[in-house]
Nanobody, 127 residues
Framework: QVQLVESGGGLVQVGDSLRLSCAASGRLFSTNHMVWFRQAPGMEREFVAALVWGGGMTFYADSVKGRFTMSRDNAKNTVYLQMNSLKPEDTAVYYC????????????????????WGQGTQVTVSS
Protein backbone atom coordinates (compact mmCIF):
# COMPACT_ATOMS: atom_id res chain seq x y z
CA GLN A 1 0.00 0.00 0.00
CA VAL A 2 1.31 3.44 -0.98
CA GLN A 3 -0.15 6.82 -0.06
CA LEU A 4 0.74 9.90 -2.09
CA VAL A 5 0.26 13.54 -1.13
CA GLU A 6 0.99 16.34 -3.59
CA SER A 7 1.73 19.95 -2.71
CA GLY A 8 3.19 23.06 -4.24
CA GLY A 9 0.57 24.11 -6.74
CA GLY A 10 -0.56 27.68 -7.15
CA LEU A 11 -1.23 30.65 -9.42
CA VAL A 12 1.74 31.93 -11.38
CA GLN A 13 2.46 34.13 -14.38
CA VAL A 14 3.64 33.03 -17.81
CA GLY A 15 7.35 32.27 -17.69
CA ASP A 16 7.41 31.67 -13.95
CA SER A 17 8.60 28.54 -12.19
CA LEU A 18 6.93 26.26 -9.69
CA ARG A 19 8.01 23.11 -7.88
CA LEU A 20 5.54 20.38 -7.04
CA SER A 21 6.20 17.78 -4.37
CA CYS A 22 4.78 14.30 -3.92
CA ALA A 23 5.38 12.70 -0.54
CA ALA A 24 5.01 8.93 -0.50
CA SER A 25 4.32 6.73 2.48
CA GLY A 26 4.46 2.97 2.34
CA ARG A 27 6.93 0.64 0.74
CA LEU A 28 8.55 1.67 -2.51
CA PHE A 29 10.94 -0.58 -4.38
CA SER A 30 13.88 0.44 -6.51
CA THR A 31 12.13 -0.62 -9.73
CA ASN A 32 8.91 1.24 -9.01
CA HIS A 33 7.89 4.13 -11.22
CA MET A 34 6.76 7.46 -9.84
CA VAL A 35 4.78 9.44 -12.38
CA TRP A 36 3.20 12.86 -12.82
CA PHE A 37 0.00 13.26 -14.81
CA ARG A 38 -2.08 16.36 -15.36
CA GLN A 39 -5.66 17.06 -16.26
CA ALA A 40 -6.98 20.30 -17.67
CA PRO A 41 -10.72 21.13 -17.56
CA GLY A 42 -12.63 19.08 -20.10
CA MET A 43 -9.53 17.13 -21.09
CA GLU A 44 -8.30 13.63 -20.43
CA ARG A 45 -5.60 13.02 -17.89
CA GLU A 46 -2.25 13.10 -19.65
CA PHE A 47 1.20 11.81 -18.86
CA VAL A 48 3.80 14.42 -17.92
CA ALA A 49 6.90 12.73 -16.51
CA ALA A 50 8.13 9.55 -14.87
CA LEU A 51 11.06 8.52 -12.70
CA VAL A 52 12.45 5.17 -11.61
CA TRP A 53 12.57 5.25 -7.82
CA GLY A 54 15.82 3.35 -7.46
CA GLY A 55 17.96 4.59 -10.32
CA GLY A 56 16.46 8.02 -10.88
CA MET A 57 16.09 7.54 -14.64
CA THR A 58 13.53 9.98 -16.04
CA PHE A 59 11.22 10.28 -19.02
CA TYR A 60 9.19 13.27 -20.18
CA ALA A 61 6.30 14.06 -22.44
CA ASP A 62 7.37 16.06 -25.48
CA SER A 63 5.22 18.99 -24.35
CA VAL A 64 7.32 19.52 -21.20
CA LYS A 65 10.74 18.24 -22.26
CA GLY A 66 13.41 20.84 -21.57
CA ARG A 67 11.15 22.81 -19.21
CA PHE A 68 10.19 20.30 -16.51
CA THR A 69 12.55 18.22 -14.39
CA MET A 70 11.57 15.34 -12.16
CA SER A 71 13.79 14.36 -9.24
CA ARG A 72 13.65 12.42 -6.00
CA ASP A 73 14.84 12.54 -2.41
CA ASN A 74 14.96 8.96 -1.20
CA ALA A 75 15.56 9.98 2.40
CA LYS A 76 12.32 11.97 2.39
CA ASN A 77 10.41 9.50 0.20
CA THR A 78 9.51 12.44 -1.99
CA VAL A 79 9.57 13.18 -5.70
CA TYR A 80 9.55 16.64 -7.19
CA LEU A 81 8.48 18.22 -10.44
CA GLN A 82 10.38 21.41 -11.16
CA MET A 83 8.42 23.36 -13.75
CA ASN A 84 10.14 26.25 -15.53
CA SER A 85 9.04 28.58 -18.30
CA LEU A 86 5.43 27.87 -17.52
CA LYS A 87 2.82 28.44 -20.22
CA PRO A 88 -0.97 28.90 -20.02
CA GLU A 89 -1.39 25.42 -21.52
CA ASP A 90 0.34 23.98 -18.46
CA THR A 91 -2.72 24.95 -16.41
CA ALA A 92 -4.16 21.75 -14.94
CA VAL A 93 -4.56 19.67 -11.84
CA TYR A 94 -1.33 17.75 -11.40
CA TYR A 95 -1.44 14.25 -9.98
CA CYS A 96 1.30 12.05 -8.63
CA UNK A 97 0.91 8.34 -9.30
CA UNK A 98 2.81 5.16 -8.56
CA UNK A 99 2.65 1.45 -8.91
CA UNK A 100 4.52 -1.28 -7.09
CA UNK A 101 4.42 -3.93 -9.79
CA UNK A 102 7.25 -4.41 -12.23
CA UNK A 103 6.71 -2.19 -15.23
CA UNK A 104 8.53 -1.69 -18.53
CA UNK A 105 10.62 1.29 -19.51
CA UNK A 106 9.89 3.68 -21.22
CA UNK A 107 7.05 4.08 -18.74
CA UNK A 108 3.39 3.44 -19.32
CA UNK A 109 1.51 6.65 -20.13
CA UNK A 110 -2.02 5.48 -19.43
CA UNK A 111 -3.57 6.43 -16.08
CA UNK A 112 -5.09 2.97 -15.72
CA UNK A 113 -1.61 1.48 -15.49
CA UNK A 114 -1.03 3.07 -12.08
CA UNK A 115 -2.64 1.86 -8.90
CA UNK A 116 -1.85 4.62 -6.43
CA TRP A 117 -2.80 8.26 -6.82
CA GLY A 118 -2.57 11.48 -4.87
CA GLN A 119 -5.41 13.96 -4.52
CA GLY A 120 -3.95 16.41 -7.03
CA THR A 121 -2.71 19.97 -6.81
CA GLN A 122 -3.92 22.85 -8.99
CA VAL A 123 -1.48 24.75 -11.17
CA THR A 124 -2.79 27.86 -12.90
CA VAL A 125 -0.62 29.85 -15.29
CA SER A 126 -2.01 33.29 -16.01
CA SER A 127 -1.16 35.36 -19.05
Amino acid sequence: QVQLVESGGGLVQVGDSLRLSCAASGRLFSTNHMVWFRQAPGMEREFVAALVWGGGMTFYADSVKGRFTMSRDNAKNTVYLQMNSLKPEDTAVYYCAADTKSMPWPPAKTPGDYEYWGQGTQVTVSS
